[in-house]
T-cell receptor
Framework: DTAVSQTPKYLVTQMGNDKSIKCEQN?????MYWYKQDSKKFLKIMFS???????INETVPNRFSPKSPDKAHLNLHINSLELGDSAVYFC????????????FGDGTRLSIL | GDSVTQMEGPVTLSEEAFLTINCTYT??????LFWYVQYPGEGLQLLLK?????DKGSNKGFEATYRKETTSFHLEKGSVQVSDSAVYFCALSDRGGTSYGKLTFGQGTILTVHP
């Protein structure tokens, strides 16, 4: 039983295209996150949703738009992809209180040609 | 703002050697501290956590103690195995303000263990 699942696992596309990454969690958590991991393994939060409401929005270009249709899903849509968007994107979820650990998906490796 | 600093890697050890990965932090509130591990091609997994000063987190032979006086959360293991080869991330989650569970990560330390 996969707790946090992301699709697709790999995404190779051309510059300028629009793409989406989907994330679903079956843990009953009410908070979900998107993180970006660069080529040096550095992880940085992008967005966080609690009960479908956006609560964290770090300095991320407007081309990135998260959407949470319900508590169990948080999708990431990216418009006009650029070379610098190449990275691994991780979805995570947790219960609301901050001392609860986050559970991560296996990541989506995005490569821009 | 919050920040986490880990020792520079990569770290290469022989099997059964002692491991220490240093981690220090700065935070405005009362953070919870975590160590996550990332095996090749996988997502992050929680290794251990500590939620208040002097707490010790432990799992799979790894240990870390929340030291408020030195703002540190160093990871240790007495005898590493080849299967411990992975990237290790120290992280904090600050309960205050609008952090709302956001994890702030250190830069990661790549550990390679040779037979």
């Amino acid at each position: 039983d996969t707790a946090v699942s992301q699709t697709p696992k790999y995404l190779v596309t051309q510059m300028g295209n629009d793409k989406s990454i989907k994330c679903e969690q079956n843990l009953g958590h009410d908070t979900m996150y998107w993180y970006k991991q660069d080529s040096k393994k550095f992880l940085k939060i992008m967005f966080s949703y609690n009960n479908k409401e956006l609560i964290i929005n770090e300095t991320v270009p407007n081309r990135f738009s998260p959407k949470s249709p319900d508590k169990a899903h948080l999708n990431l849509h990216i418009n006009s992809l650029e070379l610098g968007d190449s990275a691994v994107y991780f979805c995570a979820s947790s219960q609301e209180v901050s001392n609860q650990p986050q559970h991560f998906g296996d990541g989506t490796r995005l490569s821009i040609l | 703002g919050d920040s986490v600093t880990q020792m520079e890697g990569p770290v290469t050890l022989s099997e059964e050697a002692f491991l220490t990965i240093n981690c220090t932090y700065t935070a405005t509130g009362y953070p919870s501290l975590f160590w996550y591990v990332q095996y090749p091609g996988e997502g992050l997994q929680l290794l251990l956590k500590a939620t208040k000063a002097d707490d010790k987190g432990s799992n799979k032979g790894f240990e870390a103690t929340y030291r408020k006086e030195t703002t540190s959360f160093h990871l240790e293991k007495g005898s590493v195995q080849v299967s411990d080869s992975a990237v290790y991330f120290c992280a904090l989650s600050d309960r205050g303000g609008t952090s709302y569970g956001k994890l702030t990560f250190g830069q990661g330390t790549i550990l390679t263990v040779h037979p």
